[in-house]
């Protein structure tokens, strides 16, 4: 599945309209076409079962059932996971979506899907191009969510064997000198291609160490910046080995990525510049479409807000209440942070970056945002979303502008 493909679904479920049926949304790991947890799945089917009653019941079950069918007769068995969503009722819905990389076993119904674990995957398995070379040939890998989505080879013309036919032995290494520049040379533009038309943005070099340096000297400066790491091939090592060495390669520059990232969050809240941090500011950066990135650490977990029913008034910060201080509505429900979270940056097309381990992320409350323009263009939240009652309602005074943070 190629990286565009699996956004335009991410960004189908954060858009999905709300209905009352459930939306049973299911992760799990597979192998060989088969669930590697079946036990774990079947244990949390059964937990939701006894959590549905009567009109309800009969929805998610007949969510289920196509999920159920699909997990044991459509799994590919070269997936490593497999990720579903389906609802029943008037407006049905049945998206199902296999993947060469792992994912949890996981499942959930409720009003909206759960798109977390497949952010978490574009976050981490990114597209990146990885090419093996040696003296005599390179080979230009794309890598699309693990799995391998372009292999090319090319190989180096043979070098006549002139030695002793009136070369002499400076001619013939002139000879073959030039050969390899002009290979290296035709191989950078073949690669330099790729990468244009794919709109790559990471390179890995892989190959025994001389070629590697040949080639990282020869690449442009647009290209050189994209370069993320240099794989020493072994001699025993095969091309598809290399592969298998550059995911891990990669997933430790994504890493070290996020940490910048994490980085800049914290220098732009110095600064008082563009940037906020904190489950409120961060929400209601997100609602007004002012955020370029949203940083979020994976052991973010903040308490449910809630939503009026009623006049659409939402809170981040404080438990369910009896009714609605703004319309008097006692139709109120949860609202997932988290999630909520998740669905605005995609609906807005911000870049999502997951951080793991950051005590500074832990320290700003687990999540912050990069923005696109200081919170004094932004305006206000509109008027139906907070009271002369509630002023912690409006955006300039709940805490957002640049430097402040909190829950």
């Not at 068995?77 to 008037?90: M, P, T, Y």
Request: with cysteine.
């Amino acid at each position: 599945m190629e990286l565009r493909e699996f956004q335009g679904h991410i960004r189908r479920l954060a858009t999905l309209p709300k209905t009352r049926a459930p939306v049973v949304s299911c992760y799990v790991r597979v192998e060989g076409g088969d669930l590697k947890h079946r036990s774990v799945f079947a244990g949390r089917v059964e937990e939701l079962r006894r959590s549905f009653a009567g009109e309800d019941a009969r929805l998610f079950e007949e969510a289920l059932t196509p999920i159920e069918r699909f997990l044991s007769t459509e799994v590919h068995r070269g997936s490593k996971g497999v990720a579903v969503f389906s609802r029943a009722g008037r407006q049905p819905f049945f998206l199902a979506l296999q993947f060469y990389v792992p994912l949890p076993t996981w499942i959930a119904a409720d009003t909206l899907p759960n798109i977390y674990h497949l952010v978490e995957l574009k976050d981490t398995y990114w597209r990146f191009v990885v090419l093996v070379c040696s003296q005599d040939t390179a080979r230009i890998v794309s890598v699309n969510l693990g799995a391998v989505t372009l292999d090319l080879l090319t190989e180096r013309p043979d070098l006549r064997q002139r030695l002793g036919r009136g070369w002499s032995k400076e001619q013939f290494q002139r000879h073959r000198t030039t050969r390899t520049r002009k290979f290296v040379a035709d191989t950078v533009k073949a690669l330099s291609g790729i990468m244009a038309a794919g709109n790559y943005d990471h390179l890995i070099l892989a190959g025994d160490s001389g070629m590697t340096a040949r080639v990282r000297r020869a690449l442009p400066p647009h290209m050189a910046a994209r370069l993320v790491r240099v794989i020493r091939k072994s001699g025993r090592s095969g091309s598809w080995e290399i592969v298998a060495q550059s995911i891990s390669a990669f997933l430790e520059a994504e890493q070290e990525e996020s940490k910048a990232t994490v980085d800049a969050l914290q220098q732009q809240l110095r600064t008082g510049s563009l940037a906020v941090a904190g489950t409120r500011a961060s929400y209601w950066a997100l609602k007004l479409g002012q955020v370029e990135t949203l940083v979020m650490s994976t052991e973010y977990a903040p308490r449910p807000g809630w939503m009026c029913r009623g006049c659409r008034i939402d809170r981040t910060t404080e438990q369910l209440s009896n009714k609605c201080p703004a319309c008097g509505s006692r139709s109120l429900e949860h609202l997932r942070i988290r999630e909520a979270m998740l669905r605005l940056a995609e609906q807005h097309r911000c870049q999502v970056e997951l951080v793991r381990d950051s005590a500074t992320m832990t320290r700003l409350g687990g999540v912050g945002c990069l923005l696109r323009f200081s919170h004094g263009a932004a305006g206000r939240v509109p008027a139906r979303a907070w009271t002369a009652r509630d002023r912690s309602y409006s955006y300039p005074d709940a805490g957002v502008a640049g430097g402040q943070f909190g829950n």
